[in-house]
Every structure is written in C-alpha cells, then in structure tokens.
C-alpha cells in the first residue's frame, strides 16, 4: 500500500479554492444567523477547513476488491436499495489509520467511531477520506479530517451558547454529586448502623441474661421476694429499651440535616439532568433544521425535511454520514467504505474491530446518502452478483442451503445489514431461525428452521450431540497417520481474537475423529463443537501438526479459499420424527 499524504487534492485545486473563497465574499447577510467582522471570518476559517480536509491519493491493490459487508439503505424517494460494500482494501487503510493512531496517545483516552472512504476523483485518480464521529478531543472540525455536514456553521453562536449551559450544567451536577455531605452521610450512617448492631447484641445477651434470672427466681423465691426481683428484671429491660429510643434519636438528629442537604441536592439533580436533556434535544432540533444532506443525484435535503418526526441526538454526526456528504459535495465517487472503533472498549465496541452504520441514528439517513451512485469505474463491485446459496433440502420446519465460502452464516453484531446467510433467507423468508452455524471461511451445509419450535428441537439436538457431522478437508502436508481421535481443551484469548488457542487451565474440552482418506484429504467428525476446533485440531502440534490448506489464521500455505467443507449432517426431523441424511460433495 503506498499512502502519500502529500498529494492533497486542496493544494491542487486553488481555481476551486479561489471560486469559494469568492462565494463567501458575495455571500448575503442571511448566510448565516449573525453577521459582522467576527462572524465572516469565523465562517472564512470553517469553510477553509473544510477545504483542507484530506483527500489522500491512494494506489489500489490488486486482490483486495474483496466484499467484506455492506452498507445499506433504502432511496426514501425511489424505494430502491442502495449499497456500497466495505472491502479488503477499504479495510487496509483502516488498518494503516489505526496504526497512525496508535502512536499518538491522544487517541486512546475516549472510545471512538472513525471511517475511511475510497473514492475516485473526476479526473479519474483514486483517492481516500478519513472522518471521526462526534468530537475529537472536544473538537468538531480537526485539520485533516471530514468536517461536520453543511449548515452547521449557522448555528456556530447559538450552539456555543448551549454548549456553554450544558458544561455548565454538566459542572453543576458533577458538584452535587460529589457533595462532601454525601461522604459525611454514608460514614456516620454506617457508624450508627454499627453502634445499633451492637447494642442491639448487647440487648440480646441481657435478655437472656434476665430470662435465666427470671426462670431461677420462680423456682426460688416466692412472695414479696419474688414479686420485688421480677419487678427489678422488668426495670432493667425497660431502660434498655429507652437506651435504644435514645440511641436512634441520636442518630436521627445527627443524619436528618444531612438527608436534608442531600434530598435538596437530588432535587436539583433531576431538574439539571432535565434541563441537560431539553437543550440537547433544542439543538439538535435547530441542528436537523439546518444540516443539509447531499446525494449523489445532487440532491439536498436538511435532515429535518427528510425525517419530520425526527431523529436521536448526534444523527449526522456519524462517520459514514460525514463521508458520504462530502464525497457527494466534491463529486468524488465511493468505491468502499469501513468504519472502525478505537481508543476504549466500550460496551459491545471493540478497539480495532469493523463495524457498519449504526441503526439508530445513521441507518435511517444511509439512503438518501447512497442514492444515484453510478458511474464505469466502479459499477461492477456494486452491482457484484451474491455468492449462491444452493439448496439442498426444504420442507414446512426447516430448510438447508450450501452455504459458500466467505459467506459469513449470520450478520453482524453491529447490524442486520452485513450480508450473510441468515440475512439472504430472511430477505426471502417470511420466519427463519437461526439453529447453528459454520465459520465464515468454511464452506458446506447450514440448517435453518422455519419455526421456533422446530428451532428449539433441532437445538436441543445439537446441544445434546445426537446430530451427526462430517467434514473434508485438504490439509498442507501428507497425513502420517490414518486414524483417530484428537482431545484438546480449546480456549478464546480475548488479547487475540478470534484464535483459539490450546489452554489446559482454562480452555473447554474439544473432541474431533479423524480418518485420512488419501495424501492430503481427510474427513473430520467433530463430537463437540467449539469455535475453530477442526482447524485448530488439524494446526496445534498435540494434534495433527497439520494446517488444513488455506487457513489464513493457524496455516502457512497460502490458498484461495479455506479447504474445509461440511459436507453432511444427520437428524431427526422435529415434526415428523424421522431420519433427515443430507450430504453434499466437497467442491475441492
């Protein structure tokens, strides 16, 4: 990969520059909501840099047009689905951005969506963007960087301003959180808890103290001495009980100022924390109002008029959003996109790891941006034909498809949209439900159920390891020995997913039969079914010492696929009871 980041398309193009810079001087008053001095040359430095927003020149590489997922949307204007896939070249600048990021520690302190954008300049050069979501260290527009989309610079004043009460307000409710009363209040309420605990022992241990006084004075005295000794038993448990009245009232007059203080605080907490929310959703309001999207039939719509019943706070503020704006404002035409998390793990984000548009605030604007691409030059890898799926069984409970290699069986976590198995027979299907699945470069026979229920049985089934699985593989090397069984306890390092890796202490137990059926082929029977067991059954040196050919992950030799197929499975139907046979022939 050759990256120079000296090639900028913004110092190639000063006719551009100089027709902007031309606009803004003949821009009317109502550009903006303020006028002045101030405000030109504030809205002079943010077009400016949005100028200087990077378009690297980038030189393909060959073999990386591969699709890894994609993103999707419906035109709300045309209803047609629009797409632009993520590949393994969009993915390897990714790769080379995160490595920049790394080595600047700026970066690590907050978790972060960033994307990049493939695209292809008018004149025909080849060319990347790079963009983060929100703001990057308290930054919206960042030299380098895909700057916020178009109208926001009307609103630069009135968003300071609420910006300015909501730090405020985020001070103010950090202050009465950390009220030194609410300190003061747990250590004296934990200091009487333990004072009343032991009184509270201390009365116990009287009481039958007093009991046993009281069981050998029956037995003993009787008369007046009797009557004056219980009298004197009952005296005694009385100031105990004042003791205790005492006590609380203590308590009570050293805490209830303090809850007091605190109850006011926590009044004012929620009124602040109401206050916060209103202001966001104000100017977000006045955002959506004033945000304007561009397409790529050269259409522009602010986010308001697109979705009148509104959107969650941030909408537009994403990555994919940013860059699909900007490449559609400077006529460049995407051919990939990936987006990425980095700095801290944060919920289901994991640093380094692809993600797609989120749904909630991007996937509802994804197609209005994706709508009129077009163009020779990268037409074929979006109208790139599915991987078929074939399939080799079907009835009313269930049904079975050759599922391809690379396809991966389910979406993503991060959306439904990421092409897969599952999500091709949804699309086709009213009810399918998932039953297990195969590893994204495995190829062979996937079953899916039609119900719930018989989703549930054929579960049941696997879980109980009645269903019977084979597999054949090509492995590297000549297999040296001609059966077998291979036990290893098999265990996901999270520092180095998605390895699995052998690990007595805390790995899970794994058990494979194997048969060698020529040189090279072998038939696999997994009895359980833990992530990557077969290949890392046939890779680890306590078991075959024998990559399968063109495992990208524990092999050497490299392939064009992963040669590992399942190609049969045995069960019983969870309707009718009998014995489902299916196989498929291995396509290596």
């Known amino acids: 990969m050759t990256l120079r980041n000296c090639d900028r398309i913004s110092k190639v193009s000063s006719p551009a520059r100089c027709h902007l810079l031309r606009e ?17 040359n504030l809205l002079l430095k943010n077009t400016l840099a949005a ?13 990386f047009d591969h699709v890894t997922a994609w993103y999707e949307g419906v035109c709300p204007a045309t209803k047609q689905l629009c797409r632009l896939p993520r590949t393994k070249q969009a993915e390897a600048i990714a790769q080379r951005l995160m490595a920049e990021l790394q080595r600047d520690p700026a970066f690590s302190w907050e978790g972060k969506m960033y994307g990049v954008l493939l695209g292809e300049t008018p004149t025909g050069e080849t060319v990347f963007l790079k963009a983060f979501s929100g703001l990057l260290q308290g930054e919206k527009v960042r030299p380098g960087w895909v700057p916020p989309m178009d109208g926001g ?14 730090r405020q307000i985020r001070q103010d409710i950090h202050q009465l959180e950390t009220l030194p009363e609410r300190e003061t209040y747990q250590t004296l309420q934990q200091q009487w808890q333990a004072k009343i605990a032991r009184f509270n022992q201390e009365r116990r241990q009287k009481k039958q103290t007093r009991q046993q006084k009281r069981d ?22 009385r100031h105990e009980s004042n003791r205790k009245q005492d006590l609380k009232r203590a308590r009570d007059q050293e805490l209830k100022p303090l809850e007091a203080i605190i109850q006011k605080a926590d009044h004012q907490l929620q009124t602040l924390r109401q206050r916060r929310k209103t202001l966001s959703r104000n100017l977000q309001k006045q955002m959506h109002r004033v945000y304007r999207l561009k397409n790529f039939h050269g259409e522009s719509k602010a986010i308001a008029d697109l979705f009148p019943t509104g959107l969650p706070t941030g909408t537009g503020d994403c990555c994919a959003p940013k860059l699909l704006n900007y490449a559609a404002k400077h006529q460049l035409k995407p051919m990939a996109m990936a987006e990425f998390w980095w700095g801290r793990d944060q919920g289901d984000k994991q640093v380094g790891n692809f993600y797609l548009a989120c749904t909630e605030r991007c996937q509802p604007i994804l197609g209005f941006l994706l709508s009129g691409l077009g163009g020779s030059s990268f037409q074929k890898i979006l109208t790139a ?11 009313h409970s269930l049904i079975a498809i ?60 696997f879980r109980a390891r009645t269903v019977q699985k084979e597999y054949e593989a090509l492995l590297e090397r000549p297999i040296q020995r001609q059966t077998g069984k291979i036990t290893l306890p098999l265990w996901a390092d999270p520092g180095d997913r998605p ?32 992530t990557h067991q077969l290949r890392v059954h046939c890779a680890h040196p306590e078991g075959l010492n024998n990559p399968i050919l063109g495992d990208r992950l524990y092999g050497k030799l490299t392939a064009h696929r992963l040669h590992l197929q399942a190609i049969a499975l045995s069960f019983t139907h969870p309707q009718t009871g009998t014995l489902i046979q299916l196989r498929k022939n291995t396509e290596f």
């Open 499 to 530: 390895r699995q890796k052998v690990d007595v202490n805390r790995g899970k137990p794994s058990e494979t039969q194997f048969t060698r059926l020529d040189s090279h082929r072998l038939r696999l029977k997994p009895i359980t079914g833990r």
């Open 402 to 461: 050759h599922k391809p290699a690379g396809l991966p069986s389910i979406p993503g976590r991060s959306s439904h949209t990421y092409d897969s198995a599952f999500s091709r027979l949804r699309r086709d299907l009213n009810n399918i439900f998932l039953v297990h699945r195969l590893d994204q470069d495995t190829s062979g026979i996937l079953l899916f159920a039609k119900t719930a229920e018989a989703q549930q049985h054929l579960q049941t089934q």
């Open 216 to 237: 050998f004075y029956q037995a003993n005295f009787t008369g007046a001495a009797l009557t004056e000794a219980l009298a004197n038993l009952q005296e005694e448990s």
């Open 153 to 166: 610079d009307r609103l630069i004043l009135e968003e300071q301003e609420i910006l300015a009460q909501l």
């Open 385 to 395: 034909p599915e991987m078929p799926l074939e399939i080799i069984y079907e009835d």
């Open 24 to 40: 803004i001087r003949r821009s009317p008053p109502e550009i903006s909501l303020y006028n002045g001095p101030f405000a030109r």
């Open 51 to 63: 100028m200087t927003a990077p378009l690297f020149a980038y030189e393909p590489q060959p073999g």
